[in-house]
């Protein structure tokens, strides 16, 4: 089963140090029944980009958590076996956590397939949009607009082997 897994550059750059993307259970988004049904689409693909994208809100999610990671979203594409990552029954009927499983155990870097991460011109868009997020979930049209506006931004595939370059800024700032 592929697994498209939520973090930000400073996460990747751990994950690249350790191996591993976490020791789990790790949040992530699959093409689950519930995101079937609410995507309305048979065709993989399409169905797998909505889970990205839902991983994509994650990374969001954790950039507004942390104020001094880079602003881009990171999404880790990873192939698990099946029946290690289930949805979430607590979560189940909740719109917000549609695609959302649970991956039990520990999640090596080198399972990953790819990894997908904003270009450097989507920083500004996507700072806004994590400055907004608490507000846009309470409901403010604008915030959510501004959330749209990071949607707006595709982001870029790199080859796992190319998580080096991606990381080495974050990792010299580190050694500071």
Same mark, same amino acid.
Not at 158 to 165: D, L, M, R, S
């Given at each position: 089963?592929?697994v498209?897994?939520?973090?930000t550059?400073p996460?990747?750059?751990?994950?690249?140090?350790?191996?591993?993307?976490?020791?789990g259970?790790?949040?992530?988004?699959?093409?689950?029944?519930a995101?079937?049904?609410w995507?309305?689409?048979? $065709?993989?693909? %399409?169905?797998?980009? *909505? #889970?990205?994208s839902? =991983?994509?809100? +994650?990374?969001l999610r954790?950039?507004?958590a942390?104020?001094?990671?880079?602003r881009?979203?990171?999404?880790?594409a990873?192939d698990?076996?099946?029946g290690?990552?289930?949805?979430?029954?607590?979560?189940?009927?909740d719109?917000?956590?549609l695609?959302?499983?649970?991956v039990?155990?520990?999640?090596?870097?080198?399972?990953a397939?790819?990894?997908?991460v904003?270009? $450097?011109?989507a %920083?500004?868009d996507? *700072? #806004?949009a994590?400055g =907004?997020l608490? +507000?846009?979930?309470?409901?403010?049209?604008?915030a959510?607009?501004?959330?749209?506006?990071?949607?707006d931004h595709?982001?870029?595939?790199?080859?796992t082997?190319?998580?080096?370059?991606?990381v080495?800024?974050?990792?010299?700032?580190?050694?500071?």
């Amino acid at each position: 089963m592929r697994v498209y897994v939520p973090l930000t550059l400073p996460g990747l750059a751990e994950a690249h140090k350790t191996g591993e993307l976490g020791t789990g259970p790790l949040v992530a988004y699959a093409v689950t029944p519930a995101l079937r049904e609410w995507y309305l689409s048979d $065709d993989i693909e %399409e169905l797998e980009y *909505a #889970a990205l994208s839902r =991983a994509a809100l +994650a990374s969001l999610r954790l950039l507004a958590a942390d104020p001094d990671a880079v602003r881009r979203r990171v999404v880790v594409a990873v192939d698990v076996p099946d029946g290690v990552a289930e949805a979430g029954p607590d979560r189940g009927s909740d719109p917000s956590a549609l695609g959302e499983v649970r991956v039990a155990g520990a999640v090596r870097l080198a399972k990953a397939a790819a990894v997908h991460v904003d270009a $450097d011109d989507a %920083e500004r868009d996507v *700072a #806004a949009a994590a400055g =907004a997020l608490e +507000a846009a979930d309470g409901g403010d049209d604008d915030a959510q607009f501004l959330v749209d506006e990071a949607d707006d931004h595709e982001l870029l595939w790199f080859a796992t082997q190319e998580i080096p370059n991606l990381v080495v800024g974050v990792q010299e700032a580190g050694r500071r």
